[in-house]
């Protein structure tokens, strides 16, 4: 279930997707988006789910014919999130032959057109797509979700996350093992925190990826002698009745530490 | 200049690769293989190119329209190396719009049957192909080089690669950067030794991958204190004329630091 939801009339990312224009695409060839976000304590990811369709899925879309594979990505990210320049990577292809073979995928092709089994049989949307998947991490607060008539947008928490269309409660799970091998040698969190954090809401994206919990003291006193954070003169009251206190990244070590390696040592 | 050659008259993985079936094939998907093998002191990649045609390419081939894209790698590594079950992962996909619109394309089309411009226009082998990159580490001595008439098949030394077809050396540098990060996180070297080795030739492959010099004593203390190698009661002549020290994995070990993860400390 949607832990929260925008609704705005306005026509953009959806009914594209699913116009089908086979002369201009590249035929048996998609991008999915997996799309992490940290909300109130909480690892967050964008699901969206077309009308009269039964299950939620990555936002995803079809690959120009004259379109490079990253430029597909980051015009899905950018259709469904209004971001552009945000930190978008390919992790990983699926192609198993069975994958688009699944019977969800029926009532999706009636959706596009497809009515008459007799038009479908060798046409290419019928048969198997080699999806090539994309992680991005964004700002949650920086995210402004566009969505139509024809499609519903919303984050979902990481740990609430329902069984997903085709295979990409997979392709989900091989954006966290990703993340997770990242995490062993390079940090992550820029890119999903506001200017100001608290060290718990650090703490919570690097437990959710590695999960596992880590020690409370041990990880903030690891933080700041690598350097990669400082504290504010600041304190935030958002957590509870205590105050907490306030970090920022040092964006020129954190830089450095994206190069140069970083170690989690547990 | 390839270092070394096979050539054998068995018709095989060349000619079959060549011929188009366009009905059984996905359209606009095919895979690359780089496959990583280690003798005479050498990183070496295995490079195949087809008669009348100019330049060396990375083994590659189509993806059947019924076949998982893993299926697919697993058949062209099986077809020109006669090797089955080894270490084949897939690292990246190749999808820039222009990457097969290159002026070497034409030849390649002239050879697949495509003599006359009209024939060519929309047929989908004139478009952009995504390629799924896939690294292989094999042991050299067991590879088995399956060739034909159409097609030469060859080792490289990995310091003397010629300039290849389309984008396959861009295909070639990221499959290395994979490497790269994967030895930073976990070892390399089983798959590419034969049971007994030296540590000479250990280190090469390290200091290839990490394109670094590594202290000669530094490196034995280490693979020895990570438990990962053990010395034999042998020796070897291989090397100069002073007998080299003979170690094997510890296949447990290795294994485990392969799960739990394993740093090179430079």
Known sequence: MPTDKHTSKK???????????????????SVDCVIFGFHDGNMKVLLNKFSYYTQWMLPGGFVGKEESIDTAADRVLKNRTGLENVYLKQFHTFGDWKRTKLPENEEMLILRGFENPKDREKHWLMQRFVSIGYYALVEYSKVKIE????????????????????????ILEKALYTLRIRLSISPIGYELLPEKFTMTEMRIIFETILQKKLDRRNFQRKMLAAGLVYKLDEVSKKFGVKDSALFSFDKEKYEKALTDGFLILE
Chains 1, 2 share one sequence.
Not at 11 to 29: E, N, R
């Open 147 to 170: 969505t139509n008539e024809d499609e519903e947008i919303a984050w979902f928490d990481l740990k609430d996350i329902p069984e997903l269309y085709s295979d990409h409660n997979e």
């Open 11 to 29: 026509s953009y990312a959806g009914s594209k997707v699913l116009q089908i224009d086979g002369d201009s695409l590249q035929q048996g060839v």
